[in-house]
């Protein structure tokens, strides 16, 4: 008995030789259902890390745009400290959030794409490449013939070698373009752009610069129908005039509002919107054609009658071709300190002039001021002065007069969502300033 159950165990019991061996259909079904299930989490993980993305940018937008209004009212009704107090606190928080949420969403993108991947491989995940240019390493300038052939036989227009910053290797930085500006000949150009990443902490901090033809241009300074003088009976047009349409080439955003920095002096049309003090940064618009930037009291002594426009506003970012130590320092930059403002991360706007004198005009995100004064700085600027912040009041609109004599606007930026014939509309409430190309 005992042999025969033995036997029947025995028998029961294949071999590992007579095992039946599995199909290739049942081990590749597992692994493809492995494999769908891998990249279906991955979109669903990208397509949430897209949807968060917008989701964020716009709620930046719109809190910056119903910021500026709120602010605005509670500095008619309880005073500027108050107010002040109010943005000083929206702007610690916007920096943290900002922050924060570009690393939760680099967390979501990078990571978890890199593992699936490797799934998809049997692989383990490998390591990331590694840059060839360290943090301390300069960004490599060799200039891309294909970008910059049309302006190698440059008239006039001189474009200065971009500085590298040390903290960011993009190859996207480090050139002028001119394609898709409205330049009347390609080969002799009276405006380029370049842009360039200021941090490494946060690739989407960006800064936009425009380099204008001080030869061939004209600058024009308007005051706003409410500021910066209205608060004194001395209220401005808030318009282009009809007479310098025709044209038109570029119009951007004046600085601080007269009642949030009464220091900040400006003079156009004929008329004193706010005295001109000492010790300010200064932009100075000449009835010969030139453009003068630099400090009131040093540069400029006094208000001349060649003076056709004279615009003020806080200190100078770049002097001398260096980032002005006096950034950092506790000056009045609108209603708060400049050193309290450092590390604000916001929108800002700022313009400059090269060792050429030709002129800048820059929009940035997710900077402060220090990453926009050395912004200006790697893009040649010998004086640089910061204009206003935040939206909706950050703003360069580029002109293009079609064939058929109408003329088309553009934002020079997706995060402005004003429209850009704000300053040709009418009435508007702040002051700005624009450029018009000379007769040939």
């Not at 610069?209 to 001080?214: K, Q, S």
């Given at each position: 008995?005992?042999?025969?159950?033995?036997?029947?165990?025995?028998?029961?019991?294949?071999?590992?030789?007579?095992?039946?061996?599995?199909?290739?259909?049942?081990?590749?079904?597992?692994?493809?259902?492995?494999?769908?299930?891998?990249?279906?989490?991955?979109?669903?993980?990208?397509?949430?890390?897209?949807?968060?993305?917008?989701?964020?940018?716009?709620?930046?937008?719109?809190?910056?745009?119903?910021?500026?209004?709120?602010?605005?009212?509670?500095?008619?009704?309880?005073?500027?400290?108050?107010?002040?107090?109010?943005?000083?606190?929206?702007?610690?928080?916007?920096?943290?959030?900002?922050?924060?949420?570009?690393?939760?969403?680099?967390?979501?993108?990078?990571?978890?794409?890199?593992?699936?991947?490797?799934?998809?491989?049997?692989?383990?995940?490998?390591?990331?490449?590694?840059?060839?240019?360290?943090?301390?390493?300069?960004?490599?300038?060799?200039?891309?013939?294909?970008?910059?052939?049309?302006?190698?036989?440059?008239?006039?227009?001189?474009?200065p070698e971009l500085i590298p910053l040390n903290e960011v290797d993009s190859k996207d930085d480090g050139y002028w373009i001119t394609d898709g500006l409205p330049n009347r000949s390609a080969l002799d150009p009276v405006v380029a752009e370049t842009w360039i990443h200021p941090?490494?902490?946060?690739?989407?901090?960006?800064?936009?610069?425009?380099?204008?033809?001080?030869?061939?241009?004209?600058?024009?300074?308007?005051?706003?129908?409410?500021?910066?003088?209205?608060?004194?009976?001395?209220?401005?047009?808030?318009?282009?005039?009809?007479?310098?349409?025709?044209?038109?080439?570029?119009?951007?955003?004046?600085?601080?509002?007269?009642?949030?920095?009464?220091?900040?002096?400006?003079?156009?049309?004929?008329?004193?919107?706010?005295?001109?003090?000492?010790?300010?940064?200064?932009?100075?618009?000449?009835?010969?054609?030139?453009?003068?930037?630099?400090?009131?009291?040093?540069?400029?002594?006094?208000?001349?009658?060649?003076?056709?426009?004279?615009?003020?506003?806080?200190?100078?970012?770049?002097?001398?071709?260096e980032v002005s130590p006096v950034i950092k320092e506790s000056v009045k930059f609108g209603l708060v300190n400049i050193g309290d403002t450092q590390n604000f991360i916001t929108w800002r706007s700022a313009i400059g002039l090269t060792a050429d004198g030709d002129l800048l005009?820059?929009?940035?995100?997710?900077?402060?001021?220090?990453?926009?004064?050395?912004?200006?700085?790697?893009?040649?600027?010998?004086?640089?002065?910061?204009?206003?912040?935040?939206?909706?009041?950050?703003?360069?609109?580029?002109?293009?007069?079609?064939?058929?004599?109408?003329?088309?606007?553009?934002?020079?930026?997706?995060?402005?969502?004003?429209?850009?014939?704000?300053?040709?509309?009418?009435?508007?409430?702040?002051?700005?300033?624009?450029?018009?190309?000379?007769?040939?």
């Open positions: 008995m005992q042999g025969e159950s033995r036997e029947a165990t025995e028998a029961s019991v294949p071999s590992v030789s007579e095992a039946p061996s599995q199909s290739p259909a049942s081990s590749v079904q597992p692994r493809r259902r492995r494999r769908t299930i891998a990249l279906g989490a991955a979109a669903g993980i990208l397509a949430l890390a897209v949807g968060a993305e917008v989701a964020i940018h716009e709620m930046r937008v719109r809190a910056s745009e119903q910021g500026s209004t709120i602010s605005n009212i509670v500095r008619e009704r309880w005073g500027n400290q108050r107010a002040t107090q109010i943005e000083q606190f929206a702007f610690a928080y916007d920096s943290i959030f900002v922050t924060t949420t570009y690393w939760a969403g680099e967390a979501l993108t990078t990571g978890p794409t890199a593992v699936v991947r490797a799934m998809i491989a049997s692989e383990p995940p490998s390591a990331p490449e590694q840059s060839a240019a360290s943090d301390d390493d300069a960004v490599d300038l060799d200039q891309d013939t294909s970008q910059t052939s049309a302006v190698s036989e440059r008239a006039s227009l001189r474009l941090r490494r902490a946060l690739p989407k901090a960006l800064v936009h610069i425009l380099i204008f033809d001080t030869s061939r241009v004209s600058l024009h300074m308007v005051a706003g129908t409410r500021s910066p003088g209205a608060d004194r009976g001395v209220v401005g047009p808030g318009r282009i005039p009809e007479r310098d349409r025709a044209t038109l080439l570029a119009a951007w955003n004046g600085g601080f509002q007269g009642t949030h920095a009464p220091d900040y002096g400006m003079f156009a049309d004929g008329k004193e919107y706010r005295p001109l003090n000492a010790g300010l940064a200064t932009v100075v618009a000449y009835e010969d054609g030139r453009i003068a930037m630099g400090q009131w009291g040093r540069d400029f002594k006094t208000r001349t009658p060649d003076m056709l426009a004279v615009r003020q506003n806080s200190v100078l970012i770049v002097d001398g071709g005009v820059a929009t940035g995100d997710y900077i402060d001021q220090t990453h926009m004064a050395r912004c200006m700085r790697a893009a040649g600027a010998q004086v640089a002065m910061l204009m206003d912040n935040n939206l909706p009041y950050v703003q360069t609109v580029l002109a293009t007069h079609n064939e058929n004599g109408s003329l088309s606007l553009r934002n020079t930026r997706s995060f402005m969502r004003a429209q850009p014939d704000r300053y040709l509309a009418g009435n508007y409430a702040y002051d700005f300033m624009y450029l018009t190309e000379r007769a040939e």
